[in-house]
């Protein structure tokens, strides 16, 4: 064989040999991941924990809502009652235990003894108070159940049925407030049937202030102006 021979032989196996390598190296290539082009994705050990989310809130609701809990939000904020109600609630309850106190208490249930006023409102003060204590000896000598032999007048301060029934309306708007609109009107209405002896000594206390100071500080005591001694 001659040397030309040769050399061109050597020649097509380094070709051939090229050849296989290439295609070697384009099979690799098809084979390897191609880089998405999106966002890079968050491993797991990058993202943030469920704990650390919540841990992160800037308040209590933040975190109920980070953990899946906004029902339970609702729940907890339906039952928070807001300022006002609140207000209202609290009046109720304070008015409650004042209509109690005036018509169940011990105190207003004592009918015997010369005590000091069980009223404390509006028309209360104590030039009036000496008068009271003065007038309520005279009368009954602190016995707010009787009745004058002639059953004319009622109760500790001998008031009459007329004056009684007045006395009912001259202190429906105090206790309007005192007690709430309802109770204050039913429990006046009650009192407007019946004789001043048989009213709690609350109401007969009320009654005799609101009387004698209705336009001023003693401006009613004419109502009480006789009796075996002046007060």
Same mark, same amino acid.
């Given at each position: 064989?001659?040397?030309?021979?040769?050399?061109?032989?050597?020649? %097509?196996? +380094?070709?051939?040999?090229?050849?296989?390598?290439?295609?070697?190296?384009?099979?690799s290539a098809?084979?390897?991941?191609?880089?998405?082009s999106?966002?890079?994705?968050?491993?797991?050990?990058?993202?943030?924990?469920?704990?650390? @989310?919540?841990?992160?809130?800037?308040?209590?609701?933040?975190?109920? /809502?980070?953990?899946?809990?906004t029902?339970?939000?609702?729940? /907890?904020?339906?039952?928070?009652?807001?300022?006002?109600?609140?207000?209202?609630?609290?009046?109720?309850?304070?008015?409650?235990?004042?209509?109690?106190?005036?018509l169940?208490?011990?105190a207003?249930?004592?009918?015997? +003894?010369?005590?000091?006023? %069980?009223?404390?409102?509006?028309?209360?003060?104590?030039t009036?108070?000496?008068?009271?204590?003065? /007038?309520?000896?005279?009368?009954?000598?602190g016995?707010?159940?009787?009745?004058?032999?002639?059953?004319s007048?009622?109760? !500790?301060?001998?008031v009459?049925?007329?004056? @009684?029934?007045? @006395?009912?309306?001259?202190?429906?708007?105090?206790?309007?407030? %005192?007690?709430?609109?309802? !109770?204050?009107?039913?429990?006046?209405?009650? %009192?407007?049937?019946?004789?001043?002896?048989?009213?709690?000594r609350?109401?007969?206390?009320?009654?005799?202030?609101? /009387?004698?100071?209705?336009?001023?500080?003693?401006?009613? !005591?004419?109502?009480?102006?006789?009796?075996?001694?002046?007060?």
């Amino acid at each position: 064989m001659s040397k030309s021979a040769i050399v061109r032989g050597a020649k %097509l196996v +380094g070709v051939f040999s090229s050849a296989l390598l290439i295609a070697a190296s384009a099979g690799s290539a098809a084979a390897a991941p191609t880089p998405a082009s999106g966002p890079t994705t968050v491993t797991a050990e990058n993202a943030p924990s469920t704990s650390s @989310a919540v841990a992160q809130s800037t308040s209590w609701r933040e975190g109920a /809502v980070a953990t899946g809990t906004t029902a339970n939000v609702a729940t /907890v904020v339906t039952k928070r009652p807001s300022r006002a109600v609140s207000a209202r609630q609290a009046l109720a309850a304070q008015q409650a235990k004042f209509t109690k106190f005036t018509l169940a208490s011990a105190a207003t249930k004592d009918m015997r +003894g010369v005590e000091k006023s %069980l009223y404390r409102g509006k028309y209360f003060n104590a030039t009036s108070e000496a008068k009271r204590l003065c /007038v309520v000896k005279r009368e009954s000598e602190g016995h707010y159940d009787v009745v004058n032999p002639s059953g004319s007048y009622f109760g !500790a301060y001998q008031v009459s049925r007329s004056l @009684a029934r007045g @006395a009912t309306w001259m202190m429906l708007k105090e206790h309007k407030k %005192l007690m709430g609109d309802k !109770a204050a009107k039913q429990t006046l209405a009650k %009192l407007r049937s019946k004789p001043m002896n048989t009213w709690p000594r609350y109401w007969q206390d009320a009654a005799f202030h609101t /009387v004698i100071n209705w336009d001023h500080t003693l401006s009613g !005591a004419s109502h009480w102006a006789g009796g075996r001694w002046h007060c």
